[in-house]
Nanobody, 125 residues
């Protein structure tokens, strides 16, 4: 059974930093393109960042480019999202997702094979 478990969310002041993690189990992690999405209240999940299977290619939403960094450790079956210079508009539930098929990563939610349960990130002004 596949599990993606996010952790590391919390409350941070604007301008601060936070790193969220997603630990995967039950799948061959290195076979999957990984991505982070986020959802604010009343909105659909939006693409934040994606990373290739080996971790050598990354993609970002324009809204986070230059502030967020996605990385992965295939030995630990974990993908990370380092978030710097956080803004109140970054407040959302952050989800990781795994896709065995598509590269570049899909920027819509359709087609991902597995999702985590999400972790809340709140940025106060």
């Amino acid at each position: 059974q596949v599990h993606l478990v996010e952790s590391g969310g919390g409350l941070v002041q604007a301008g601060g930093s936070l790193r969220v993690s997603c630990a995967a189990s039950g799948l061959t992690f290195s076979n999957y393109v990984m991505a982070w999405f986020r959802r604010t209240s009343g909105q659909e999940r939006e693409f934040v960042a994606g990373i290739s299977r080996k971790g050598n290619l990354t993609w970002y939403a324009d809204s986070v480019k230059g502030r967020f960094t996605i990385s992965r450790d295939n030995a630990k079956n974990t993908v990370y999202l380092q978030m710097n210079n956080l803004k109140p508009e970054d407040t959302a539930v952050y989800y990781c997702a795994a896709d065995e098929t598509h590269l570049p990563p899909q920027r819509l939610i359709f087609g991902y094979d597995y999702w985590g349960q999400g972790t809340q990130v709140t940025v106060s002004s």
